[in-house]
């Protein structure tokens, strides 16, 4: 097993996913070897991500209660919150469109772990198939890029 070509991948799998196993073939990897490299990095940090969630959500209402009260403080209007911004009408539509099983697959996939993990904790946290069901999409993720980048594209 080529362990510089699996920490590579794996390193890459845990900052942005859906490119982590194109420099799987250049590295000298098998396919199940980028697979599973891809697969554990992005494991480990849907792990660390998803069961984070709660106090990340909880220190960002707080500073942004803190900072509202500063400028109140100051006596300074704070600004209107956007609330129709590019993304967040990308990620309601996928959510009214495809449900808890497409924010599960696809939001990990097209924004990044960490930040799909948040919103999928966000949406469904209290519901206990969440974290199953982003772990199976992280699955099915990567072995669809691998079958891409090995047999498609090389």
């Known amino acids: 097993m080529n362990w510089t070509g699996f920490w590579t991948v794996f390193f890459l799998a845990t900052i942005k996913f859906s490119v982590s196993t194109i420099p799987g073939p250049h590295l000298g990897m098998t396919f199940f070897e980028t697979v599973l490299a891809s697969f554990a990095g992005g494991t480990a940090c849907a792990l660390v991500s998803y069961f984070a969630s709660d106090g990340i959500l909880l220190l960002l209402n707080k500073r942004t209660a803190r900072k509202h009260q500063e400028m109140l403080a100051k006596n300074i209007t704070p600004p209107k919150k956007k609330v129709f911004k590019r993304m967040n009408r990308f990620v309601v539509r996928i959510k009214m469109k495809l449900g808890q099983v497409g924010i599960c697959f696809y939001a990990p996939f097209f924004m990044s772990i960490p930040l799909g993990c948040l919103v999928a904790a ?33």
């Not at 469904?124 to 969440?130: A, F, I, N, S, V």
């Not at 982003?134 to 980048?149: C, D, K, P, R, W």
């Open 122 to 154: 966000k949406f469904y946290g209290k519901r206990w198939e969440t974290f199953p069901l982003i772990m199976l999409g992280l699955a099915f993720n990567a072995s669809l890029t691998s079958i891409l980048v090995y047999f498609v594209f090389n």
